[in-house]
């Protein structure tokens, strides 16, 4: 956060800075969608909706799932939030009582910690090694889950590492976690955004875990605050009364606007876009570790790299401070993500920006580890 | 819940019902406010915007405090929320620690309590008295202040009594609390819609209680889902990061439209329907009593009349029921609105129907009450 607004003081200042820290795509809201929130404004469709959302949206949500992704959810288990984080909010209120123990992925999403503690939960750690690229297994899963364990959470594909885990494999941990008397929560916020492989969900699989997702990152509507969940049919109905208490309900124009996602026009736009981010990061995969960056984490998937710093530094935050004051290059310190897996070898470099800016971003890289 | 569920049902059934539950105006979102999003629409304008909203919406929240209202607000005091929803979770949890006590007005908002379970605290009801009109006073609010009280909450006007407390009152209130190690929240989400006196907030008066708002009610954006708090100045950074943790961001389009709220014609159009509003509360307050439906409460504000039904049943929620299943009039409940205060007796009634449909609930009630 000190790095995010330090490079937006020196941008304001007038520096030219290269924003590789910021988690939000660099492209427009696809226009169907803004056509479809065009069109709901006409209405004047701007009331309360039903707390679980508009019934036409979970349906769609459903029938994607079902048609385009093979899985078979149906209307009743969608209940449309404000954002991922908002049913990141819900999973975590309704799955921990004060005092249960949450297991989180570290490195991984800031903000589940803060989700668990709202929640009167316990966040532990589960330290992922590098020897692994920080992907979940089994193993792992079962080394830390205690008998205090009520929750793991897992992203696929995740921030920071890109990495994918096999949904076939989730599945069976989702199993693993009910045989506990648990759940894995899986955040597939980036499931379209998926290289080398198409989009999946474990929920092809079975229907032990639940899953949180968003219209933020693959269909380009960060600002208009709309998320979703699939959950077992028997939990839903907590989950639907939490959301009338907190929530009221999800934005209602964002709804409408959002009902335009899964059509045709807007998946082409949305598979264009993959194919520019897979571009970004050949070219980067390519670039870095000639620089003395070697990418650890799969990077198959969202629009990270989690780079291995230690040949330069042992502080990696230091080494991000340093770098935008000298180079104008923002970068994220391994340290958000975790403190548990050695963080201060690590940085995060996300590729939100376009192609020219990224070979700008390596040359001035090269510049600044030479002159080091 | 049930009962809403029902008239909706029965709605969808074909018969004609006529709805005084529903906590939202009847009439559209204001055109300058629609303008203005679909300003920021053609723009483009939907990505993320900082967590405490854009600076410039945080301005124009204080300067219509300091101009039309005459409080000495200042911008960084002020962040915008999703909804008095968003904001009341940031306030309660930024306030509360587990096992703290919270005084809720009872009768009063029933979503208070849910935000202060989330937020680990205890709810503890505050009943008030009808014989007082169920109104808040410095005698009540010192009687059920305990040790472990941290916050008391009050809602002026008031749903579902429609009271007002005195500005000078509330902050003297607010000083009170403070000086007690506490904090009085005063949410002012009904401000503009007050009958018989202008727009007044507590914030007039000092700087100790926290304030909550929103563009819902007055303004006509319920779906839009944008409200604010005002804190004191050592608050707001706690509370911001609890906002970026959290909701990331309140959604960007809304807030463009919002910036239109305070614009002359808008001003213009909200006065209006206050007019329209105060009209069919006068009508309400002329007729009810005739039906030997007394309302308590002091109805000089938002858009709920609570009316005592004890001379037609003693238990307010078999009769809401009974009306709606014979006569096909929806009303709410006392029990909604909390435990403490004898709510069997009570009941709310929303006049956010014109007044046409007032004149038809009317006469509906009459028959059912003479064939009762
Ligand atoms: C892994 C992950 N989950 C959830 C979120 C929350 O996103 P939103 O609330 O915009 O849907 C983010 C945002 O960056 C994320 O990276
Ligand atoms: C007293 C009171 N506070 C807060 C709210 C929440 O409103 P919103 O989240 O739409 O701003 C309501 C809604 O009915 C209310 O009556």
């Known amino acids: 956060m000190a790095l995010l607004e330090r490079a937006q003081a020196l941008q304001a200042a007038g520096r030219d800075i290269l924003h590789l820290e910021v988690g939000e795509p660099d492209f427009p809201c696809p226009a169907p969608i803004m056509a479809a929130a065009g069109t709901a404004l006409e209405r004047g469709?701007?009331?309360?909706t039903p707390a679980a959302g508009l019934p036409a949206l979970r349906e769609a949500i459903a029938r994607d799932y079902r048609e385009r992704l093979g899985a078979p959810v149906s209307a009743e288990?969608?209940?449309v939030t404000p954002g991922a984080s908002g049913a990141l909010q819900l999973v975590m209120t309704a799955l921990l009582n004060p005092g249960d123990e949450a297991l989180l992925c570290d490195p991984g999403y800031p903000c589940n910690r803060q989700f668990v503690t709202l929640a009167g939960g316990v966040p532990k750690p589960l330290p992922l090694d590098v020897a692994d690229q920080f992907r979940l297994s089994r193993e792992k899963l079962a080394q830390y889950w205690g008998t205090a364990t009520r929750l793991a959470m897992v992203a696929s594909p995740d921030n920071p590492t890109g990495n994918r885990v096999d949904t076939a494999?989730?599945?069976a941990m989702a199993d693993w976690c009910a045989q506990q008397g648990g759940t894995l929560v899986v955040d597939e916020i980036y499931q379209g955004l998926c290289y080398g492989a198409p989009a999946d969900t474990v929920l092809r699989h079975g229907d032990r875990a639940v899953v949180i997702n968003s219209f933020s990152k693959y269909f380009g509507m960060t600002g208009w605050r709309l998320g979703w969940l699939v959950a077992p049919r028997e939990m839903v109905s907590a989950v639907e009364r939490l959301a009338q208490n907190w929530f009221l309900a999800p934005a209602t124009v964002a709804q409408h606007a959002?009902?335009?996602?899964f059509d045709e026009e807007t998946l082409l736009i949305a598979e264009q876009r993959r194919q520019l981010l897979d571009r970004r990061r050949t070219l980067l995969l390519e670039a870095l570790p000639a620089l003395g960056l070697p990418?650890?984490?799969?990077?198959?998937g969202a629009f990270y790299l989690y780079l291995d710093v230690s040949r330069h530094t042992d502080d990696s935050f230091a080494f991000c401070r340093d770098l935008l004051e000298k180079a104008g290059v923002a970068l994220t310190p391994g340290l958000d993500f975790g403190a548990g897996h050695d963080p201060h070898r690590y940085l995060r470099l996300a590729y939100t920006c376009d192609e020219d800016r990224l070979r700008e971003a390596l040359r001035r890289l090269a510049d600044y580890l030479e002159a080091r």
Do not use: H, I, K, P
């Not at 469709?45 to 309360?48: G, L, M, N, P």
């Not at 959002?258 to 996602?261: F, G, I, P, S």
């Open 77 to 79: 288990q969608v209940v």
């Open 45 to 48: 469709d701007t009331r309360y």
């Open 169 to 171: 494999e989730l599945s």
């Open 258 to 261: 959002a009902l335009a996602a």
């Open 295 to 300: 990418v650890v984490g799969g990077a198959e």
